[in-house]
């Protein structure tokens, strides 16, 4: 099999696999998951930019994500680096649909609290305001998002071999059957490279081509005459 079907096959989930996924997160879950599987699904961030992901980086009134550094972090999370993203088109702002934003300002309300809690009980709590982040003040890493989410994976039918990134290519997929155009979706994913994302918009839009002739055909069988 061609490695780019193999890409396309299990490159991003489908619309009921994504459905499955987050049904089982909001019943199986641990502590932050709806929270974080909701934003990667629904902002197509990548894990290493969740990570790095601090209160300040939130616009609530305007709906708003702003990405301007990711967290480096091969497996101690008092070891982590906060760097620039990988490159310039990645630093950006967009919008995020309403349930979600609502979500994540939840959530940051009730992290605001937890942490003035989380001080009482370690002397050397780490106080910088990262949105998902352990007890002790230090943020989660990528090796924690993979984890959680092979855990939930392992509750689905879903088979494809899927990780973290795997939501960065759905959520390309979501925006091109909403028939966003290819130039919005490269900037709010902040890819200056169009080959991965036009890899999955060509898919995406090649079956909507087909399911329209499905469709026009089923609707207007009557109607033939040959």
Known sequence: MAKSTIFLKDGYLEKHELA???????????????????????????????????????????????ITKTL????????????????????????????????????????????????KLFDDYHENNFVFAH????????????????????????????????FRHTHISMLTEAEVDLKTIMKRVGHDDAKTTLKVYTHVTEKMKKNANEKVKNHFSDTLQI
């Open 20 to 66: 499955e996924f987050l049904n089982v997160v909001n019943e199986h879950g641990l502590a932050n998951d709806i929270e974080i599987f909701h934003l990667l699904a629904f902002s197509g961030i990548r894990s290493v930019e969740l990570c790095a992901l601090k209160d300040m980086d939130f616009n609530f009134e305007l709906n708003e994500l702003r």
């Open 72 to 119: 480096y972090n091969p497996d101690n999370m008092r070891k982590y680096i906060l760097t620039p993203p990988k490159s310039t088109g990645s630093i950006r702002k967009f919008n995020i649909i309403d349930n979600v934003m609502n979500l994540l300002q939840r959530h940051i309300v009730k992290q605001q609290a937890f942490r003035l809690e989380c001080k």
């Open 135 to 166: 007890k002790n003040g230090y943020p989660l890493i990528q090796k924690n998002i993979l984890i959680r989410m092979e855990r939930i994976l392992k509750k689905t039918s879903i088979k494809k071999k899927a990780t973290p990134h795997i």
